[in-house]
């Protein structure tokens, strides 16, 4: 299922939000989270979920090295940031899929990440309606909420966050996001 804003609040309502500036890249543990930036609030809950599975969540805004406005300096430390991360997270709202800037980190992202397959989108939904992001997205996983337990591969899986891969053939490969950060 793709989440909500108001289901993230549910599903993060029982954790502090964290606005600390705490980056440190690790392998497998660290994710590079693009995202429109007149969605703070957002930011930090996903943030917040994150860090709950217990990675380390790099957002520019909290990097008290970026400038207060964008400039050629702000390029080079997103770039740098993106390749030092092991993993990337485009947060696809509407905002998000319409700015020049997610679009061009979804870019440095792809080269970094997608052979790798390190790179993923949070799709989030508009209330009562269906996220269809754009065309060029439906190549990349996206991370899904499952709220009841699920049979995959003739195994039973838990309720949670899975990563959920295109349809490859009419099947639809899913990996809990846990495993996905391990890889």
């Known amino acids: 299922m793709i989440l909500s804003e108001s289901d993230i609040n549910q599903r993060i309502g029982r954790f502090p939000i964290n606005e600390t500036r705490c980056f440190t890249a690790h392998p497998s543990t660290s994710v590079f989270l693009s995202h429109k930036h007149t969605e703070r609030n957002l930011m930090l809950k996903?943030?917040?979920?994150?860090?709950?599975?217990?990675?380390?969540?790099y957002i520019d805004w909290l990097d008290e090295r970026m400038t207060a406005s964008t400039s050629g300096r702000t390029a080079q430390i997103l770039k740098q940031k993106i390749r030092e991360y092991d993993k990337f997270i485009l947060v696809a709202t509407d905002g998000a899929i319409d700015s020049k800037w997610c679009n061009w980190e979804l870019g440095l992202g792809d080269a970094e990440k997608y052979n790798k397959d390190k790179i993923a989108l949070f799709p989030i939904r508009q209330e009562n309606r269906n996220w269809s992001g754009a065309e060029y997205l439906q190549i990349?996983?996206?991370?899904?909420?499952?709220?009841?337990?699920?049979?995959?591969?003739?195994?039973?899986?838990?309720?949670?966050?899975?990563?959920?891969?295109?349809?490859?053939a009419g099947r639809r490969n899913l990996i809990s996001i846990e495993n996905w950060f391990l890889k």
């Open 46 to 57: 996903i943030k917040t979920l994150l860090e709950h599975l217990g990675i380390s969540v």
């Open 140 to 168: 990349y996983p996206t991370i899904e909420y499952f709220d009841r337990q699920m049979v995959l591969d003739g195994k039973i899986t838990p309720a949670g966050y899975y990563i959920c891969y295109p349809p490859i």
